[in-house]
């Protein structure tokens, strides 16, 4: 029978800036860009909410509608989320109405619907589509988070521009798109697309969401449309700065006790997890993990299971929980089918962690290199196999929270343990 190592816990401690009045924040931010002249009295304008598990986004939105109500303006609310909800426009509605983003919060309509119109061809010679009802108002405020896109690297990852060129597109443009990046390059696309739809769209402004590294607002920042391009790399570069990661970054197993949409477009995130560029790592990748076990799914994520693909075992429950259209409805719609793939399912924990010990190669169990997190946002605290003990102890960066302890199993054999 394979022995298991024993674990001990470290603390990490990321930047942490953060908003303390967001309600002010929002109104100062949007009254520095110069809204007011550009939007007249009785104006329609749509707000766009996408489908990530941004932090605070319904009081962010609600900032936002306050103030277009402020100058007379008549605001409403469509979701931004390309083909996620099922791609139906009721599936939208849910998927906001779980952020707490509802007509009644809001105090304002949400329009929520499939329908796109063409608005041209772009360069490169696809269509160019966007949200029919976004199509209708007098103008388009778009709010997003800027972050790390979890497959394409490049000045522009997901943000404002991303939201104008998948989010409004629905599922229509996002099928598109995905295609078109098989052939043209990530930035090329992003910039050619969000430069016609700021152009002919009405787009007036957008506001830049910066999280830390627990999920807090970290910087709210809001542009005019001329300046989206120009600074969302800025942005990013920020983003990326106060981004969590992995204490080591070399491990034999990964843990994974959750994964869903609500935590990354790709179930985990591949900047953390290191399978930005390949689904199941490479060495010139850090950190570079040999096998990731994924234990359960977010309830958030509803059975979209989506990133499964991207590790090579799982507990069975995952499975019994996924809801395999809507998996393969978002895996088609991006282009990246494998992350559908079923990985090698265990009816148990213990079994788990047995098979990837051994999967480890021909060295004894205390030597297996293993590092076990609730999920790719909450990083601060990380259970790590012994065989790290000494450098953690060496390392001013990390705080030994508890001393290497066997690992407890209830009678199915699954993990007793809980991270949070």
């Not at 009045?21 to 707000?47: C, H, W």
Request: hydrophobic content about 40%.
């Amino acid at each position: 029978m394979t022995k298991l190592p024993r674990f001990f816990r470290v603390g990490q401690t990321f930047a942490r800036p953060r908003v303390e009045d967001l309600g002010s924040e929002v109104q100062r931010q949007l009254s520095q860009i110069g809204l007011e002249p550009r939007v007249a009295a009785g104006q329609t304008v749509a707000i766009t909410v996408g489908s990530r598990g941004i932090a605070n986004i319904a009081q962010i939105a609600k900032q936002c509608v306050d103030y277009f109500k402020q100058i007379g303006a008549v605001p409403f609310i469509i979701p931004a989320m390309g083909s996620h909800g099922g791609a139906t426009a009721e599936g939208q509605s849910l998927v906001l109405a779980s952020y707490r983003v509802t007509e009644a919060q809001m105090g304002c309509p949400i329009h929520s619907s499939m329908e796109v119109v063409e608005v041209c061809q772009a360069a490169e010679g696809f269509p160019v589509y966007f949200d029919r009802q976004a199509s209708l108002a007098d103008h388009v405020f778009v709010i997003n988070r800027i972050k790390p896109h979890t497959r394409f690297a490049g000045e522009i990852e997901s943000g404002l521009m991303k939201m104008m060129l998948i989010g409004l597109g629905k599922q229509k443009g996002a099928e598109v798109y995905h295609r078109v990046i098989m052939n043209y390059s990530f930035d090329q696309i992003v910039r050619s697309v969000s430069r016609t739809v700021i152009e002919r769209c009405g787009i007036v402004g957008g506001l830049a969401i910066l999280e830390n590294a627990y999920e807090e607002t970290a910087q709210l920042v809001a542009l005019r449309p001329e300046d989206i391009e120009v600074r969302e790399p800025e942005l990013l570069r920020q983003v990326k700065a106060w981004m969590p990661g992995l204490p080591f970054d070399h491990a034999e197993l990964l843990i994974v006790d959750r994964i869903g949409k609500d935590i990354s477009g790709t179930g985990m995130d591949t900047n953390v997890v290191g399978r930005k560029r390949n689904d199941h790592g490479s060495p010139d990748e850090l950190p570079f993990i040999h096998h990731i076990y994924i234990r359960g799914l977010t309830d958030a994520t509803h059975g979209n299971a989506t990133g499964l693909g991207v590790a090579e075992m799982c507990h069975r429950r995952v499975i019994e929980e996924m809801d395999m259209e809507l998996v393969r409805m978002n895996c088609v719609t991006a282009g990246h089918i494998t992350a559908a793939m079923i990985p090698l399912d265990f009816k148990s924990d213990l079994e788990a962690l047995r098979i990837g010990c051994q999967l480890a190669g021909y060295i004894e169990p205390e030597q297996v290199s293993v590092q076990w997190i609730v999920d790719t946002l909450h990083l601060d605290e990380v259970e790590c196999s012994e065989v790290y003990w000494q450098e953690a102890n060496q390392r001013a960066d990390l705080r030994i929270l508890r001393e290497p302890t066997e690992l407890k199993f209830d009678a199915s054999g699954d993990l007793i343990q809980q991270l949070i």
